[in-house]
Every structure is written in structure tokens, then in C-alpha cells.
């Protein structure tokens, strides 16, 4: 029997979190205070988020940074995750690519968010936080950060895209059984909100608006701070226990990816499964390619500008050196609601503004055709924003099929889709563009 | 760290399943032919279900039956599922037991019931058959058995109860998504289905029902076979590998344990934990208590007579030997759509008759309590057939605390509960009774 999954002990759970930033040849440009203009360091951040993530954001000196063992501890309830091989689908495409992915589904809140939220909650715990706030667009981040919290015994407030709260009800659901408060954006709640709401009564929110009220919320509330679940550099840290499992499993498997690839919104799932591998190719010039899949709706790292924009909607954030389509762009209301995002990390902007990688955009009509063929093949339905991972690894899959290519592919399949079916139900029916 | 989950191997798959009936002192006693009274031998199944499972139904002398490598290279794309230590609950409950459970919610379908879906669809496909039919009430099932039919290439028509169709929609499109056709029960397209919507034009359905209508489809359709998720002996034989596995896992945790917990609706998932572990009760005498978990509303066991039934409400099927409360019993409408049915499984029947088990019956509101505490603890939202089994094991624990004793407890979460959320909804309302 050939073997399908690669399956490491709760031992191999990494101990460490790898820091691109400390090894990165250009390192990424600093935050600015949107006031003075002036670089930002750690403290500046403190009035905002917890002390630790502060300092881990701006942290470009030490490679490896330790998880706190109650937060492996917590890892252990899911993790390691399980690298498998699309047997499945490498037959339904009939390719001579192995493809991998890296299930991050297995959560027990069905996505990779849970490897930062888990972090997070427990660094503000430990600093005595009692309340903390976010966005969310399609809920995966606000699920994960609710049971987080819930983990560590403080309070959650989510504030989740209008649109996606509507399209995807079961998402809140599972944001309230973890006890936390759960708010549509635009939303009366916040000046940031109401002046939205004011210019524009029917606005279905985006996460840069999302943002804005959470950050807001955050500020009124005593003892409060706020989280963010992409974007940032200590988002993408935490979510390198990703690729450092990958990394082993795929020596499991006796290969090395010549392709990584994952979807984009803010950065958080690919900066996971692609640093580990990254290091290889900045250290030791390995040869392997790396593919950001973002939506053809919201293209900031195919057709986006560079430069400092805010990270929110309303302009509380500080100014952040990115490729972006500009804080006020209000993206078209597809279901991969975790991607519907105007601006890229910092890290991965750099990245890719040096060549490290690349950037693909994928009309929805091709990103829900490949959830179908791979849920099919693989028995797993995928999130909408997993299957722009997935129709990136296909096109790649089908140029190998052309060209006789035994590549390897290794993509991370951020998230399940149970709670996005009435999106599958409206691609069934012929009724997405 | 104290160890959270314990994972085998793909190598450690079962290769055999365990068949209990080969070991029973008391055999379980035949079907009936409804006409002539006579028990049916297994070419009397072959004109409503494949051969292979007609012959592992009544098969009472082999107690190892090998499984195809085919059946366990499918197994391996979720297989060896989780077993998990449960210190969140332990400590939200305080108890002094140690609380373990077999993770079936990993299955890329959400539940244990891929485990005989795969099974039955691969015999069908065997056989030449080409359609296949059946019924669902949550949608477990059916979700299960469409993916399986999808792996080896056969057509899928599911009668799924009106009631869960109604509440659960989500079940209906991951059942689309895999290529299934979907039917509310009862419907017109049968005569079983047409003659209780003429007497009952507002009828929610029941598994009974369904069972009737998915029957009566296969019986006339050229080449079609019907098959089920529960209740017969070949559906239990094939969920066996659940306890298989677990008691492997038991092992490296380094316990056995005192009680087996598992929820009720026809038996699959019982039998899957329980057999394993009652062969070392039948053959050297352990003293492990088994407790089936079942809806206060829909109590067969606790409250239901022994005697012989039939499985579906119209009559279509052999007649069982079983605890039941009448085929034409039609059960309240709880969300836990997976239990109920008014009939228990034939080996099963006789296990509690002959005094080896026990039976409890739990209120809808004290199951989605369960669930609930378990979500926090554990941040896995159960199914609420699953919340039977989590009720019935904090039951149990909170005698533990009572006396003090450390007793080792195993339940098997059969499932998730993400499509299940508007349950969730309505009981975190208050709404439900």
C-alpha cells in the first residue's frame, strides 16, 4: 500500500517558530507612525497589541523564537497536522506531479488560524489582558481566535464582514458556543462604523473596515487589546509551524518541493507553509518556487502598488510598506471572504518585490471548478479560500501533464468548507461569476 | 507535555475486521422471511443488497474477516483516526477520571460512517453494480456513502429525511458536491413514499421512511442495490476498525478502560467502539461496562420491546429480531436526526437481552449542554448524535467525582457538528425543549 499521509508524533510539534525576517537578505522596511512619519519600534506598538507580538513584529535579529510550552501544549490538540499525498488528484488530472498538501483543515476549528490565535490569546493572558478584540471576514480567524481566548480564559469581541457574516451564519454560530460577542461591520458600535454606515447604508464591509472598528473597540476598552489574524510579521511567525512540520514530513516522503503554494489574502497561510522552505532557498540558493494564489477580485501582488498605505479602512493603523490597491478599496463580494483584502504582509511584499516569489490571480468561477475536482478526488471540501491553492497547483499540475515534468507540488490547504456549502450550493446551481 | 492525542501508523490500519457474532455465546437470532416466517440465509439478501454483504450478515462462524486492500488504502486517506486524552473536560469537570475519546470527526465526511460506506461501495462495485441507494436522516450517511460511491465510480440516490433536509441543508450540498442525487423522504417518487404523504401530506419523514422509499428505488432500478448506514450485522463488522484502532491507542496510553460510551440511533457507531473491547469481555470475563447513549425521545432501548420488526415503516424489509418501538413509531423531531430510528440493531439486541451492556436515555436539552461544555474544553463542536455520548460520559464522570474513583472512560465522538449549527443556534436562543 503506497502511503497517503505522513503523520509525525506530538513530540515533533516544532519547539520553535521561524523568523524569516532575521535572515532575510533585504529586510522588510519599517512601520511608520502615520503622524510623524518616523520609523516604529516595539512600544510604539503597545498601546495596540500585547507586548510580546510587539516585540516579535519588529524582531529582525533572532531567526528562532521559542513557543511557550502551554501554547504547544494547546498545539497538541491538533497538531502535528498531517501531510498527505493528492493520489486522488494527481489521477483525476492524470499528471506526472506528486503533489502534497498539508492539511491544516484537521483544526479543530477547521483552518490554520488557530497556530496564531492560540499565541496570541496566550501572550495577553499572560500579561494580564482581560479582553480582546478582532476582525474576521469569513470567520475562520474569528473562530480561531474565540476558542482561544476561550482557552486562556479572557473575553472575545469579533467584528465580521457584513457579507460573510450573512453568507455564512453557521461561521457565527461557532463564534458564539466559544462565548464570544459577534458584531456585523460595518456596525452603530464604533465612530469608524457609524461613518461608513453614514456615507454608505448599505455597505457590506470589508476587512479593512472590520479592522478599523476592532482596533477602535480596542482603544475605548479598559485592559482591552487588539488582534489581527494575517498581515502582520508575528502572524506569519506563529504560523511557521506549517512549514517546519512540512518540512519533515515531506523528508518523510523521501522528496523536497519544487513548487510551494498557497492562497493570499494578508499573508498568514502562505508566510506558514512557505518560510521553512524559503530559508533554503535565501541560505543555501535551493531552487524551489513560490506561488502567493490570490483572487483575480482583489489583485494587490499581481497589480497592486508598493508602497505605505494604512492596514485599515479608517486609517488607525499605523502606515505599513506593502503592495496594496489602496485602504479605501472595497473588493467585489466573493465567498473567500479571508481574502478580501486590499493590502499584502510586510515580509511578503519584500519577498516578492525581490524575486523570492510569485503571485498568481484566479477568477472564483476556476477557484470553486478545482474545490469540486479535489473535493471529488480527495474526499475533503475545501474553503473558497483553500481552493485558490488549489486551482494555482492544478494550472502547475496541467504544465507538467504538457511538458512530461515529474514535479514536486506542495500546497497548504489552509481550511475545510463545511460552513461555506451555500457557496458550493450557488456554484452547483450556475449562479457565480 | 502530557501526551494529548495518540496516533498509529497507516501500517496499523486494521487489515481484518472483527465480526462479535462468530464469539457471542448466544447467537443472535435470525431474520425472518415477512411471508413465510422462515430465516432468510444470505442468497435471500442478494435481490436488495450485494452479495459480499449479504454473506457477512449472517455469517456466525468467522470471527476475523479480512478487509479488501482496496477498502484500506481509502481507509488510509483519514485512517488511523485520533485517540484523545480529554483533559479539558477532566478539568472542566473536575473529575478524577480520565476521559478519553476515539475522534471519528476527522473523516474528510465528518463521521465514523465512512468507515462502511467504503466498504459497501467497493463490494457493490465488485459485484458490477452500477447504482446504488439509500437513506439518510442527519445526513452522515449520506455524505459518507456519496464520496464513497464517488470513489469507485458508481451513481448515488439518497432519500434524506424531510426533517434533517429542512434543518440541515449544508449535509444536502456536501452530498451534491460529491456527485449524489438527493430526494426529501418522504417524497412521490415511490409508492411507500406516495402512500404516506397521502395520509399525511405534512409528514417530516423518518429513517423508517426513508429506508422504505431508498428500497423500493433499488428494487426498481436495473443493476441497483440498496444500502445502510446502521442497524445490520455487516454495518457493524465494518465499524469495527473504530475499536480495533482504539484499543491499540488504549494501550500506548498505557490504560484499558472501566466504561465504553458511544451514542444510539441503530448502532454503527456503538458497535464500532464497543466489540472490540466486548471479545475481551465474552472471552475472559473483563469487566468493562458498555453504555448506548440514545435520545430520550426515541428510547428503543431503555424502553422498547424485544421482538421481531421491521426495519423500515412500510414494510419493505426482512423482519428483525430487535428492541423497537414499532416501524411505525415516528420519532419527535431532535436535531440528532441520526437517532431516530425506532429499532436497534439485531446484535446488538441481543447484547443488551443477555445482560452486556446497558442503555441510558438522555433529554435533548441535557445533550446539547454536553456539547457545548465540550466545545469549550475540547474546541470540537460535536454532532448532536455525538452529544448523546458526551452526556452519558459526564454522567459517568461526575459519579467519579462523587466516589473519588479514577475510572478510565472512553466514548467515541461518531462526529462533527459544523453543519449542525442551526441547532446550536436555536439552543444557545433557548429555543429548543
Not at 451564519?169 to 458556543?177: A, F, G, H, W
Not at 485602504?327 to 525581490?354: C, E, M, N, T, W
Amino acid at each position: 500500500m503506497k502511503q497517503k499521509r505522513f503523520i509525525l508524533p506530538e513530540s515533533e510539534i516544532p519547539t520553535r517558530w521561524y523568523n524569516i525576517q532575521a535572515e532575510m537578505k533585504n529586510k522588510p522596511m519599517p512601520m511608520l507612525h502615520p503622524g510623524t512619519k518616523q520609523p516604529l519600534k516595539a512600544e510604539d506598538l503597545f498601546p495596540i497589541f500585547c507586548e510580546e507580538c510587539s516585540r516579535q513584529e519588529v524582531n529582525t535579529t533572532d531567526a528562532w523564537i521559542d513557543i511557550p510550552e502551554e501554547v504547544r501544549e494547546k498545539y497538541a490538540y491538533y497538531r502535528c497536522t498531517p501531510l498527505v499525498r493528492a493520489y486522488g488528484l494527481e489521477k483525476a488530472l492524470d499528471t506526472p506531479a506528486h503533489i502534497y498538501f498539508k492539511n491544516e483543515s484537521v483544526s479543530p476549528v477547521g483552518s490554520h488560524k488557530l497556530n496564531s490565535a492560540l499565541a496570541q490569546a496566550y501572550y495577553c493572558k499572560q500579561e494580564g489582558i482581560t479582553n480582546i478584540t478582532t476582525e474576521t471576514g469569513a470567520g475562520q480567524w474569528g473562530a480561531a481566535l474565540s476558542y482561544a481566548a476561550r482557552v486562556f480564559g479572557i473575553e472575545c469581541a469579533v467584528y465580521q464582514v457584513k457579507i460573510s457574516y450573512e453568507q455564512k451564519p453557521y461561521r457565527r454560530s461557532i463564534m458564539q458556543v466559544f462565548g464570544a460577542q459577534v458584531t456585523p461591520s460595518p456596525s452603530m458600535s464604533t465612530r469608524a462604523g457609524k461613518d461608513i454606515l453614514t456615507a454608505n447604508p448599505t455597505c457590506q464591509g470589508s476587512l479593512g473596515t472590520a479592522i478599523s472598528e476592532a482596533v477602535e473597540l480596542a482603544q475605548m476598552t479598559p485592559n482591552c487589546k487588539y488582534t489581527l489574524g494575517s498581515v502582520l510579521n508575528h502572524v506569519s511567525l506563529h504560523q511557521t509551524v506549517i512549514g517546519l512540520e512540512a518540512e519533515k514530513q515531506m523528508a518523510m516522503a523521501g522528496e523536497y518541493p519544487d513548487v510551494v503554494i498557497a492562497c493570499f489574502g494578508g499573508g498568514s497561510n502562505f508566510s506558514g507553509i512557505a518560510f521553512p522552505f524559503m530559508r533554503h532557498k535565501i541560505l543555501e540558493g535551493k531552487n524551489t518556487r513560490f506561488i502567493a494564489a490570490e483572487p483575480a477580485s482583489c489583485p494587490k501582488l499581481t497589480q497592486g502598488k508598493f508602497e505605505y498605505d494604512f492596514g485599515d479602512e479608517a486609517g488607525y493603523t499605523p502606515l505599513l510598506p506593502m503592495f496594496t490597491l489602496g485602504h479605501k478599496f472595497q473588493p467585489a463580494l466573493i465567498h473567500a471572504g479571508g481574502l478580501r483584502y486590499h493590502g499584502a504582509g510586510v515580509i511578503v511584499s519584500q519577498l516578492l518585490k525581490d524575486g523570492l516569489m510569485e503571485a498568481v490571480d484566479i477568477e472564483q468561477l476556476e477557484t470553486f471548478a478545482a474545490g469540486c475536482l479535489f473535493a471529488k478526488a480527495e474526499g475533503i471540501i475545501p474553503a473558497p479560500e483553500s481552493c485558490h491553492a488549489i486551482a494555482a497547483t492544478i494550472r502547475e499540475a496541467q504544465k507538467c501533464k504538457e511538458s512530461g515534468e515529474e514535479k514536486v507540488i506542495l500546497f497548504n490547504l489552509s481550511g475545510h468548507g463545511l460552513v461555506d456549502m451555500s457557496a458550493y450550493d450557488q456554484y452547483l446551481a450556475g449562479a457565480l461569476v
